[in-house]
Every structure is written in structure tokens, then in C-alpha cells.
């Protein structure tokens, strides 16, 4: 099984909201990722955890803070988000020392920021 | 760094038309290949992938070869059905746990 869940499917929140993404994973993976993909563009990674610490911080606004509360799960806790940042998020995961570290991808979640 | 160029441009064809949508990479070391699909309202699917110069990755009769002495990893198709219409990545991975992608291509096959 190469399954990653994402909750919920869409989210539309006001820029004095907050909000939380969820990220599930249980193929014993002890990587995994946040994306965010624009419209007809590749994702850009925004954090990565290994063995629930957080490894990689591409130097994303200090409004999306990532939680990672176990070896399944990841978070990404959104507060005062502003219209730009609405997007498709993407969850990925990948086992630590695999051959070539390939990524799985979740559905994402669509946010609409209002 | 590490970089991945496709081929610009979406790519319209005809139903059991050959697909072949162009991928070259620029990397130090050894980097494993990657295609990724993306249906419309939909995450990234792995299609297929390589690991090492000369492997064959192949999926749903898609296939690419990695190709050292080009720095290719060409993805292709012998005949396209149209619920192969969707979003075409190729990426590669270094181990540093980064994907880098190319831009993609939006793929239309017409019935």
C-alpha cells in the first residue's frame, strides 16, 4: 500500500482564521514533506521531516507552523494566511535510505484564503 | 545545482497516437528519475522510475530510459487513450531529501 490521506479535500478560511491541515501516512516511512503547488506549476517544498524532527525549512512565512506529533502524522497549522498563499497542499512521504528516496504524494488539500 | 528541463509547451495528440515528452537533467553524482502524473483535481501519482544509468522504469505501458551519456530520461507511450490526458512531471532526487522538478507538461489526448 502506497497511501497518503489528506484532510479535509477543500478548505476556504478568512486571513483572520485559523486552520489545520492533516497529513496520514502508514507505510513506516520516517520522512515526510509539505508542498505547495500554484496553478500549472510544479510543487515547492516548504518543510521536510526525518524521524519527526524538522530537517528542511524552505524559508516559509512564519504564519504556516508545521507539527509533526508522531511517525504517522504531519500537520500544517495555518493562521493570518493571506490571499496569495491559496494553493493545492501536497503531503508527501518517503522511507529514510531508500534507493533514489522516492516521494508518495497525498490528494492535497485545495485552500481558498478569502 | 540540481535542475530538470522538459520540453515546453502542452502536447495535444489523437487517441493511440505515440506520446513522447522530452526530459533532461543537470546533476552532480548519481540521481534516481522520476515521472509523476497529475490527473486534473488531483495529487501526483509516481508513474514510474529509475535508479541507475541504463534501467528501464515502466508503468501502464509507459516507459523511460536513463540515459548517463545524454542526461536524458525521455517518457513515452506507444498508444495514448484519452484518460491519459492529465499533468507530466519529471523530477530527480539527489538523497538530500529534495525532489527537483521540471515544469511539466499538460498533456490532451483527443478522442
Redesign the interface.
Known amino acids: 500500500d502506497t497511501e497518503v490521506t489528506q484532510t479535509p479535500k477543500h478548505l476556504v478560511m478568512g486571513m483572520t482564521n485559523k486552520k489545520s491541515l492533516k497529513c496520514e501516512q502508514h507505510m513506516g516511512h520516517r520522512a515526510m514533506y509539505w508542498y505547495k503547488q500554484k496553478a500549472k506549476k510544479p510543487p515547492e517544498l516548504m518543510f521536510v521531516y526525518s524521524y519527526e524532527k524538522l530537517s528542511i525549512n524552505e524559508s516559509v512565512p512564519s504564519r504556516f507552523s508545521p507539527e509533526c506529533p508522531n511517525s504517522s502524522l504531519l500537520n500544517l497549522h495555518l493562521h493570518a494566511l493571506q490571499p496569495e498563499d491559496s494553493a493545492l497542499y501536497l503531503c508527501a512521504s518517503s522511507q529514510v535510505g531508500d534507493q533514489g528516496e522516492t516521494q508518495y504524494f497525498g490528494p492535497g488539500t485545495r485552500l481558498l484564503v478569502l | 545545482g540540481n535542475s530538470v528541463t522538459q520540453m515546453e509547451g502542452p502536447v495535444t495528440l489523437s487517441e493511440e497516437a505515440f506520446l513522447t515528452i522530452n526530459c533532461t537533467y543537470t546533476a552532480t553524482g548519481y540521481p534516481?528519475l522520476?515521472w509523476?502524473v497529475q490527473y486534473p483535481g488531483?495529487?501526483?501519482?509516481?508513474l514510474l522510475?529509475a535508479?541507475k544509468a541504463d534501467d528501464k522504469g515502466s508503468n501502464k505501458g509507459f516507459e523511460a530510459t536513463y540515459r548517463k551519456e545524454t542526461t536524458s530520461f525521455h517518457l513515452e507511450k506507444g498508444s495514448v487513450q484519452v484518460s491519459d490526458s492529465a499533468?507530466y512531471?519529471c523530477?530527480l532526487?539527489d538523497?538530500n531529501?529534495?525532489?527537483a522538478?521540471?515544469?511539466?507538461n499538460?498533456v490532451v489526448v483527443i478522442p
Open positions: 534516481s522520476f509523476y488531483e495529487g501526483l501519482q509516481l522510475k535508479t499533468v512531471f523530477a532526487s538523497g531529501n529534495r525532489l522538478f521540471g515544469k511539466g499538460q
